[in-house]
Nanobody, 125 residues
Framework: VDLLESGGGSAQAGGSLRLSCVAS????????MGWFRQVPGKGREGVAL????????YYYDSVKGRFTISHVNANDTLWLDMTALTPEDTGMYYC???????????????????WGQGTQVIVSS
């Protein structure tokens, strides 16, 4: 499975950005997709994830109410709508995918076997 992100860029604090990720290849191998982010000097942290089978979603606490993850099965496209951005949202955002079972752990990047190349998000104050 290949994942290709787009939509990163720069925004002012309080602004919005939309990220997208298109999955290609043997996408029957996956049932969950999501976003992780990383800033220099820190590990990767989970932002949001969605089960593609039933659209159940999971969010990192700091983005709840501000970010929305969504997915369209027809074209294997994932979005992340980010609003009320803060400088703390700055980072490289990675699209991830895998076969997920049970409770989602957004603190475990090792649970996700497919990763995109990342798209940079910069939020200035």
């Amino acid at each position: 499975v290949d994942l290709l992100e787009s939509g990163g860029g720069s925004a002012q604090a309080g602004g919005s950005l939309r990220l997208s990720c298109v999955a290609s290849g043997f996408t029957l191998m996956i049932n969950c997709m999501g976003w992780f982010r990383q800033v220099p000097g820190k590990g990767r942290e989970g932002v949001a994830l969605i089960y593609t089978s039933d659209d159940s979603t999971y969010y990192y606490d700091s983005v709840k109410g501000r970010f929305t993850i969504s997915h369209v099965n027809a074209n294997d496209t994932l979005w992340l709508d980010m609003t009320a951005l803060t400088p703390e949202d700055t980072g490289m955002y990675y699209c991830v995918a895998d076969i997920c079972v049970g409770k989602i752990d957004l603190s475990a990047p090792q649970d996700y076997g497919y990763w995109g190349q990342g798209t940079q998000v910069i939020v200035s104050s």
